[in-house]
């Protein structure tokens, strides 16, 4: 196709969306499936929690405080995945050739910030970070359940490292409560740390999807989309007056992530930015073809429309990536393909460089394997990192950029 010969994409020549495997409306019943999963076990866990809540939200910022003022060590307990010439000073860590900064940005949530257990441990995130900013200069968080902000910021702060991060707040349409608790936790955290490393605020991850999934309806630009759209609006537009009130200085964005396919058009023309999810994995192309696939969905389904909006929000590819295994094998491949390691490789040897240079805005699919995914879910769920759970390189090659 002409747009990824122009743009550097290889082996384009076929075009994914005159194949009928590719179509856009099968990956869109695949994420409807995949959504419906990560929904119940959020709203499962909100049930299990409820009296955990009213204690966390008291005590979530002072848990970061404390660790600010202690003198305990801070060497990493993550396996020992990053070396510091000095134990007790975490910006001293020693770099690893392997890693190389070509990523825009790479997707992560910490090690345990799933309710209710929140065992998340500033000890791991600051090992995250010292191997994050090795990658990258930019990270995307999901949620602020279980003090994940405030541990992310003091991980920065401590590692010294130049990394800003797009705060997350992931409200439900069946609850409210769920977004006010990360928006008092989101407000606590920046009058701790300030707006020096946040370069954003997404309220929403995949909303609108689980929304009309749970209405029986798939178009976002409808009746009911619109309706759900404002049950959003609502939050976003709090979530803005919220951090206005703080007299911060800076003006932070504020957006919105969702499918690739299940933008509301009220919402984008609200928000500052949007961030698109886009796997060709689940809309089942080839490793060969799924670069300038992911490529053509997100410029002619979200930025062609974002820009036809009279505030042009930004648009980001909030999630892609390829990932390298599976818990069973029924979900081994995706049809033409298979979950490998030799084929992420494929996928990041095809798409990180040439996104970078066609100044796509990105955040890759993900920093480390999510063993709670492989738990819960199975298939391929917990298998997208470019590290294993353990914090260990799986046996890839970061590109040069």
């Known amino acids: 196709m ?3 010969q122009a743009q550097g994409y290889s082996n384009m020549e076929n075009a994914p969306y005159s194949n009928a495997a590719y179509s856009s409306s099968q990956w869109l019943e695949k994420e409807q499936a995949r959504n419906r999963r990560s929904k119940w076990i ?12 009213a204690i966390g939200v008291g005590v979530g910022v002072s848990v970061a405080k404390n660790h600010k003022s202690g003198s305990s060590s801070n060497r990493s307990s993550s396996s020992g995945a990053v070396n510091q010439t000095d134990p007790n000073d975490p910006s001293t860590f020693t770099l690893d050739s392997r890693l190389k900064k070509s990523f825009y940005g790479i997707a992560y949530t910490p090690e345990g910030s799933q309710l209710p257990e929140c065992g998340n441990k500033l000890e791991d995130v600051i090992t995250d970070i010292q191997l994050l900013s090795q990658l990258t200069d930019q990270i995307r968080l999901y949620g602020a359940d279980c003090n994940q902000t405030a541990l992310v910021l003091e991980a920065i702060e401590r590692t010294k490292v130049n990394m800003s991060v797009w705060l997350g707040n992931y409200p439900i349409p069946t609850d409210p409560a769920p977004y006010e ?30 929304y009309l999934t749970d209405q029986g309806a798939q178009d976002p630009n409808s009746a009911v989309g619109n309706t759900g759209a404002q049950l959003l609006l609502s939050n976003i537009t709090d979530m803005r007056n919220a951090v206005k009130e703080l007299n911060l200085g800076k003006t932070i964005p504020i957006g919105t992530a969702d499918a690739g396919s299940y933008f509301n ?9 949007g961030m698109s999810n886009i796997h060709a994995w689940f809309a089942d192309v ?17 930025v062609q429309v974002a820009q036809s909006l009279p505030n042009k929000p930004e648009m980001f590819i909030a999630e892609t990536g390829w990932p390298t295994a599976s818990k069973d094998a029924a979900h081994e ?6 979950a490998s390691e030799a084929n992420l490789q494929i996928f990041l040897d095809t798409f990180v460089c040439q996104a970078n240079t066609n ?24 298998h997208w990192g470019l590290f294993y ?9 970061i590109p040069s950029c």
């Open 359 to 382: 100044g796509t805005k990105y955040f890759f699919f993900e920093y480390f394997d999510e063993t709670w995914k492989d738990a819960q879910f199975g298939g391929v769920e917990g």
């Open 333 to 338: 491949n995706n049809g033409p393909s298979v």
């Open 389 to 397: 759970s353990n914090r260990t390189l799986k046996d890839i090659t």
């Open 181 to 210: 608790r990360q928006r008092d936790a989101i407000i606590d955290a920046l009058k701790t740390y300030g707006v020096d490393h946040v370069a954003g605020i997404t309220v929403g991850n995949e909303f609108m999807l689980n």
């Open 286 to 302: 080839s490793i060969d073809q799924s670069a300038g696939w992911v490529n053509d969905f997100f410029q002619e389904t979200n």
């Open 2 to 4: 002409p747009l990824n």
């Open 42 to 53: 959020v709203i499962g866990s909100l049930v299990a929690v409820i009296g955990l809540i």
């Open 265 to 273: 058009n009220e919402i984008l023309a609200a928000v500052d930015y």
